[in-house]
């Protein structure tokens, strides 16, 4: 057998891989599944990218680029974060391949073994994964549904207090549960981050543009300007741009940071795709009206999925601000109370009964909650949720 390396040996497998196994061999067997699992926007790339995209290529726009992007798009991201109120220069910008290798990069260059890292749960899956893989120890922190599953500043205090601490990922507006912090809840945070001077925030605001209480979600540096120097903010264009496929996202940040980010990059992939990078300045021309179309389908379908969860006896559902997905509360249906072990258990028995594909909680360090992705059109989402509670009440009327 061939010896892995240790690194690769502390990144666990997804938890939901024997979820989506089951799912895709049900729909091969021809069962008409509803996956409420994706991560992407159900949306085309909008029109214009993709022509400029396809001009690029015509033009020649085919070779290496600089590792850090072309100046252009570099330049243009700046812009666009000047737009919101805040001072960006350039060579504060790294374009990547996807925010998750911005991420990645981040993580490789910002923490050394031992290091200490705080993410509130529930997190996205990628957080503990990169962090170990860096060698890193995620210091998860749990949230709450009846705090619409926010970090507040008592626990914040209470969780860097330790003295290996080194950083805090924030996901705003979240992946899983879709909270966003308001600018009094961030400018909270910074207070507590102000006494913690040696702790780096990784800012994670890849879904700031689907945003249901204005154009763009606060953004943590521009809210508390003083933390600049040790702020890391994430974005892309996957999910606001619906260009998932595409693979192109940026770091914001300290420019020796973004140039550490540079070197590795220079390193392992070279640089994000180049007629990529030509046609994501065409993604940042876009007039607003194309985000703010995109945004209003969205938060109908989070009206309605709310309203259709919250009518199942047992379960509870926050209205999150942002993102595309929801993060009901089933805790009552597992553990002690409930008819399931798990969520594990929860999950498989709607896949087999009510022929639903959902994320257990426990995949984001939460478990007793489901995550939603309402990526879908309106009546595939009422059907979903209504076979779930079918399924649900069937078990009460046994
Ligand atoms: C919270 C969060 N951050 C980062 C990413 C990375 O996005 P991408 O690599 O597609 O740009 C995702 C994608 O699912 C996400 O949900």
Redesign the pocket.
């Known amino acids: 057998m061939i010896r892995l390396s240790k690194r690769i040996e502390r990144v666990e497998p997804s938890p939901t891989l024997a979820i989506s196994a089951r799912a895709k061999a049900m729909k091969a067997r021809g069962i008409d599944i509803i996956s409420f699992g994706a ?1 992407e926007p159900d949306f085309e790339t909008p029109e214009e990218v993709v022509e400029a995209g396809k001009a690029a290529m015509d033009a020649g726009k085919t070779r290496y680029t600089p590792a850090s992007g072309i100046p252009e798009l570099r330049a243009a991201v700046a812009d666009d974060y000047e737009r919101r109120g805040r001072n960006v220069d350039p060579d504060q910008v790294i374009m990547t391949v ?3 290798q911005a ?1 990645y990069n981040a993580t490789q260059v910002l923490f050394d073994p031992g290091d200490e890292v705080v993410i509130p749960a529930p997190y ?1 899956v990628s957080y503990p994964a990169q962090l170990h893989l860096a060698g890193a120890i995620p210091k998860a922190i749990t949230t709450d549904v009846s705090e619409d599953y926010k970090l507040r500043p008592q626990a914040l205090r209470q969780a860097l207090s330790g003295s290996s601490v080194r950083g805090l990922i924030l ?1 705003s507006p979240s ?1 899983p549960t879709g909270s966003t912090y308001s600018e009094e809840e961030l400018q909270e945070l910074a207070a507590v981050l102000r006494d913690f001077p040696d702790v780096l925030v990784l800012y ?1 605001a ?1 879904y700031d543009r689907i945003y249901y209480d204005g154009e763009v979600a606060p953004d943590l540096v521009a809210v508390a300007p003083s933390l600049a120097g040790r702020v890391l903010t ?1 974005n ?1 264009f ?1 999910k606001t741009y619906s260009m ?1 496929g595409w693979r192109l ?1 940026y770091a914001i940040g300290p420019s020796e940071v973004i140039a550490a980010m540079g070197i590795l990059q220079s390193q392992s992939t070279s640089n994000a795709t180049s007629f990529v990078q030509y046609a994501a300045l065409e993604a940042l021309a876009l007039d607003d009206s194309v985000i703010a179309e995109r945004r209003d389908a969205f938060r109908g379908r989070r009206d309605l999925i709310v309203a259709a969860l919250c009518a199942i006896d047992g379960v509870s559902c926050p209205t999150p601000s942002g993102a595309f997905y929801v993060f009901p509360d089933f805790s009552s249906f597992v553990g002690e109370d409930g008819q399931f072990e798990d969520d594990l258990e929860l999950t498989k028995y709607l896949l087999d009964e009510a022929e639903v594909a959902v994320v257990p909680g426990s995949a984001f360090g939460s478990p007793g909650g489901l995550r939603l992705s309402y990526a879908m059109d309106s009546k595939t989402i009422t059907e979903g949720v209504e076979r779930i509670k079918i399924s649900l009440n069937a078990l009460t009327d046994q």
């Open positions: 991560g996807g925010g998750k991420l996205w996901c992946n994670d890849m994430f892309g996957s998932t996202g």
